[in-house]
């Protein structure tokens, strides 16, 4: 079945570092990827998406580009922010149902982000 | 826009008692629904989904149960309380034609 592995962290770091979280996954046929944030005591937000190979998602100064050959999506961003110490999660949606059937997403363990000022 | 909404915020409540979660989404229809509960930890477990009214899929055996009795509308039960059902429980949606699922803020469920 489908799978998603991210590295699970904790991941600690400073203002104005850069920052990268690596999320592969296993799927048949072509999913469509994305990245969730859960800041704490929420729920999960929706930070970006890509639907098909070499699709790049960017949102908020996050980034993260679907690579088919290596089945991989890492998180990227230039400069975090205190503000940016929250869970994330890499989820996987499986297309094959393209009929606009129910649309189940493998999650991640998730990742946790601390930010230090 | 959409929304979607959980309540309560947070539920203390005794082993052996019931429990109703609701979960509603305004501002479109026929929604995919979904019920996800996220232990300690970080996790997320799928636990029901829903394509359209009384339409309920379990993805694991358990002592919940769910019932979709609107289209906008997803109620997560118990009769009975266990100690394990803790958690955060996460109600979603979906639209039709999209995939990417839109979670609402969450119910802290403790049992005690």
């Known amino acids: 079945g489908d799978s998603v592995t991210q590295m699970e962290g904790p991941v600690t770091l400073s203002e104005e570092a850069f920052l990268t979280i690596n999320c592969t996954y296993t799927?048949?046929?072509?999913?469509?990827l994305f990245w969730y944030v859960q800041y704490p005591g929420e729920g999960l937000q929706l930070l970006l998406k890509?639907?098909?190979?070499?699709d790049k998602g960017s949102n908020k100064g996050f980034e993260a580009t679907y690579r088919k050959e290596t089945t991989s999506f890492h998180l990227e961003k230039g400069s975090v922010q205190v503000s940016d110490s929250a869970v994330y999660f890499c989820?996987?949606?499986?297309?094959?149902?393209?009929?606009?059937?129910?649309?189940?997403?493998?999650f991640g363990k998730g990742t946790l982000l601390t930010v230090n000022p | 826009s959409q929304t979607i909404h959980q309540w309560p915020a947070t539920l203390v409540q005794p082993v052996g008692s019931p429990l109703s979660l609701e979960c509603t989404v305004e501002?479109?229809?026929?929604?995919?629904l979904y019920w996800y509960r996220q232990a300690a930890g970080r996790g997320l477990q799928l636990l029901f989904y829903?394509?359209?009214?009384?339409?309920i899929s379990s993805e694991v055996p358990q002592n919940l149960s769910a019932s979709r009795p609107q289209d906008r509308q997803f109620i997560l039960s118990s009769k009975k309380l266990l100690l394990s059902d803790s958690g955060f429980y996460l109600c979603?949606?979906?639209?039709?034609?999209?995939?990417?699922?839109?979670f609402g803020p969450g119910t802290r469920l403790t049992v005690l």
């Open positions: 501002g479109t229809s026929n929604p995919n």
């Open positions: 829903s394509v359209g009214i009384g339409q």
């Open positions: 799927a048949t046929g072509y999913p469509s």
């Open positions: 989820a996987l949606s499986d297309n094959r149902n393209s009929g606009g059937s129910n649309y189940k997403l493998t």
């Open positions: 890509a639907t098909k190979a070499d």
């Open positions: 979603a949606w979906s639209s039709y034609s999209y995939n990417e699922q839109f």
